[in-house]
């Protein structure tokens, strides 16, 4: 039985039909697959990123940051690289000379060296991936403060970071050339060791810090000492100078004093000769104005005066030679 369908006098079989459905579903698939050809003609390659393109397994050429045109079906983009800055934290155990452990936390950056094609492709091709990378740096960075540590002694250890972080530099940056990469930081955050070494470390720093206390204590203590010792030299010169200044101007005082007491009795004797009196008159007086001075201001001190004529006549005969000495040196 043959079922006809008659439209605008044409008529169309179920064969006709069949075939018309089958020549519109091929014309879809076509076209997408027109349109998929199309769209994977072009590749857009953000910014800080560089894709390498093989054809065939082979490498072919770098794709830049923008919309590239690749051969669809054939060229492929076999990986894509970062060229900017990574990082990376790195926890590892050295042991020095003397058998201490020794525990390091670091942070390493490093990145690309450049976007050069030649730089890309040992990037691309060194390593299958990113993280079997990361593991032959970090054990090659791990390696080699091992080895420095190895040849320092625990006390040593805290005062070498800066000489830790230049040696290992030393060593890895030929390496890191070689895959394309490029260091640009290494810092290590913290040093620690076993918690016995610890404590004894904090014993030596504290008997230290006591050391030097009573050092300095002891030099402070010195230092008071001198100086109380030059202050009481300087102060026993000081008295002495002045005690001898003292003694000086009483001296002067005294002989000032007899000169004028001199002075004033010859001035008299000369009068006395003028109006021709006895001189021996003012010895006279000046032995009984000495006697009442002794008696008025005496405070119970005992003078003995010898009061017979002889006495007096050598004590006159002493006032008269000292009189004439006197009157001589005016």
């Given at each position: 039985?043959?079922?006809?369908?008659?439209?605008?006098?044409?008529?169309?079989?179920?064969?006709?039909?069949?075939y018309?459905?089958?020549?519109?579903?091929?014309?879809?698939?076509?076209?997408?697959?027109?349109?998929?050809?199309?769209?994977?003609?072009?590749?857009?390659?953000?910014?800080?990123?560089?894709?390498?393109?093989?054809?065939?397994?082979?490498?072919?050429?770098?794709?830049?940051?923008?919309?590239?045109?690749?051969?669809?079906?054939?060229?492929?983009?076999?990986?894509?690289?970062?060229?900017?800055?990574?990082?990376?934290?790195?926890?590892?155990?050295?042991?020095?000379?003397?058998?201490?452990?020794?525990?390091?936390?670091?942070?390493?950056?490093?990145?690309?060296?450049?976007?050069?094609?030649?730089?890309?492709?040992?990037?691309?091709?060194?390593?299958?991936s990113?993280?079997?990378?990361?593991?032959?740096l970090?054990?090659?960075?791990?390696?080699?403060i091992?080895?420095?540590?190895?040849t320092?002694?625990?006390?040593?250890?805290?005062?070498l970071?800066?000489?830790?972080?230049?040696?290992?530099?030393?060593?890895?940056?030929?390496?890191?050339?070689?895959w394309?990469?490029?260091?640009m930081?290494?810092?290590?955050?913290?040093?620690?060791?076993?918690?016995?070494?610890?404590?004894?470390?904090?014993r030596?720093?504290?008997?230290?810090?006591?050391?030097?206390?009573a050092?300095?204590?002891?030099?402070?203590?010195?230092?008071?000492?001198?100086?109380?010792?030059?202050?009481?030299?300087?102060a026993?010169?000081?008295?002495?100078?002045?005690?001898?200044?003292?003694?000086r101007?009483?001296?002067?005082?005294?002989?000032?004093?007899?000169?004028?007491?001199?002075?004033?009795?010859?001035?008299?004797?000369?009068?006395?000769?003028?109006?021709?009196?006895?001189?021996?008159?003012?010895?006279?007086?000046?032995?009984?104005?000495?006697i009442?001075?002794?008696?008025?201001?005496?405070?119970?001190?005992?003078?003995?005066?010898?009061?017979?004529s002889?006495?007096?006549?050598?004590?006159?005969?002493?006032?008269?030679?000292?009189?004439?000495?006197?009157?001589?040196?005016?």
């Open positions: 039985m043959v079922i006809s369908t008659k439209v605008k006098n044409r008529t169309f079989t179920p064969a006709n039909i069949y018309m459905e089958s020549i519109n579903v091929f014309n879809v698939v076509g076209a997408l697959l027109v349109l998929f050809v199309l769209l994977s003609c072009w590749v857009s390659v953000n910014q800080g990123y560089i894709y390498v393109v093989t054809l065939f397994g082979k490498y072919r050429r770098i794709l830049r940051p923008g919309l590239n045109f690749k051969i669809p079906l054939l060229e492929q983009v076999y990986k894509k690289i970062s060229i900017q800055n990574r990082s990376v934290e790195l926890e590892f155990q050295a042991v020095t000379s003397d058998q201490a452990n020794v525990y390091f936390k670091s942070m390493l950056l490093y990145a690309v060296q450049n976007a050069d094609e030649e730089t890309v492709k040992r990037v691309a091709f060194k390593f299958i990113d993280r079997d990378l990361m593991q032959a970090t054990r090659t960075i791990e390696g080699s091992r080895s420095f540590v190895a320092k002694k625990q006390a040593e250890i805290l005062g970071r800066k000489d830790i972080v230049e040696f290992v530099k030393d060593q890895i940056d030929k390496s890191l050339e070689d394309g990469y490029h260091l930081d290494l810092q290590i955050n913290d040093i620690t060791f076993d918690k016995a070494i610890l404590e004894s470390m904090s030596v720093v504290a008997s230290n810090n006591l050391k030097a206390a050092e300095n204590e002891g030099q402070a203590l010195l230092i008071t000492k001198t100086k109380a010792a030059e202050a009481e030299g300087n026993i010169k000081i008295s002495a100078g002045a005690e001898r200044e003292a003694a101007l009483r001296g002067q005082g005294v002989a000032l004093f007899r000169q004028e007491v001199a002075h004033g009795m010859s001035e008299a004797a000369e009068e006395m000769k003028k109006a021709n009196l006895d001189t021996n008159v003012i010895l006279f007086s000046m032995w009984t104005e000495a009442k001075n002794f008696a008025e201001v005496g405070k119970g001190n005992i003078i003995f005066l010898d009061g017979s002889q006495g007096m006549e050598n004590t006159m005969r002493q006032i008269q030679s000292l009189m004439v000495k006197a009157s001589g040196t005016n």
